[in-house]
Antibody, heavy 120, light 112 residues
Framework: EVQLVESGGGLVQPGGSLRLSCAAS????????MIWVRQAPGKGLEWVAN????????YYVDSVKGRFTISRDNAKNSLLLQMNSLRAEDTAVYFC?????????????WGQGALVTVSS | DIVMTQSPDSLAVSLGERATINCKSS????????????LGWYQQKPGQPPKLLIY???TRESGVPDRFSGSGSGTDFTLTISSLQAEDVAVYYC?????????FGQGTKLEI
């Protein structure tokens, strides 16, 4: 069974940092693009970043460029999101999702999400 | 950026009746070399992550009931639920994965 489990969420002050992890199982992790999507409380979905199978390509939404870094550890079947200089508007549930062989593939499996709250 | 606009924002449909949700993209998401529309539909129930229902605009994901169907091409797309069931109450999102940033519609809340 394909499974994605996020961890690392929590409360952080504005300007602070947090690192999210996503543990993948049930599929060959190194064969898929992986994605982070977020959802602010009561709001819609926003794609945040994605990363190629070997980590050689990474793309970000403009609002997080220079502050967030997506990475992966294929040996540990793990996807990471390092979030620095956090702002109140980064408050959201962050979902890890699986893409496909190509960047332009649908997101066919999602984790349950990790809540990040940025507040003083 | 490609802007995705859904209509309506909310929809109330009786059990067993048809529900139709529309999605319009600000530019075409049809890739000519593959003849595929890079458009997906997701269902999100309260407290749950989104679930992929339809991809390539009209291909049903494995395990999705056949009362769900997708249609359209280029910039105009539709998700149809042919006979609404109680478990279909959710928010539905369209999404383009044609180019980054991969953008979602604002969501359509479907109620009975």
């Amino acid at each position: 069974e394909v499974q994605l489990v996020e961890s690392g969420g929590g409360l952080v002050q504005p300007g602070g940092s947090l690192r999210l992890s996503c543990a993948a199982s049930g599929f060959i992790f190194s064969s898929y693009w992986m994605i982070w999507v977020r959802q602010a409380p009561g709001k819609g979905l926003e794609w945040v970043a994605n990363i190629k199978q070997d980590g050689s390509e990474k793309y970000y939404v403009d609002s997080v460029k220079g502050r967030f870094t997506i990475s992966r550890d294929n040996a540990k079947n793990s996807l990471l999101l390092q979030m620095n200089s956090l702002r109140a508007e980064d408050t959201a549930v962050y979902f890890c999702a699986r893409g496909g062989f190509y960047a332009e593939d649908p997101f066919d499996c999602w984790g349950q999400g990790a809540l990040v709250t940025v507040s003083s | 950026d490609i802007v995705m606009t859904q209509s309506p924002d909310s929809l109330a449909v009786s059990l067993g009746e048809r529900a139709t949700i529309n999605c319009k993209s600000s530019q075409s998401v049809l890739y000519s070399s593959t003849n595929n529309n890079y458009l997906g539909w997701y269902q999100q129930k309260p407290g749950q992550p989104p679930k992929l229902l339809i991809y390539w605009a009209s291909t049903r994901e494995s395990g999705v009931p056949d009362r769900f169907s997708g249609s359209g091409s280029g910039t105009d797309f539709t998700l149809t639920i042919s006979s609404l069931q109680a478990e279909d109450v959710a928010v539905y999102y369209c999404q383009q994965y044609y180019s980054t940033p991969y953008t979602f519609g604002q969501g359509t809340k479907l109620e009975i």
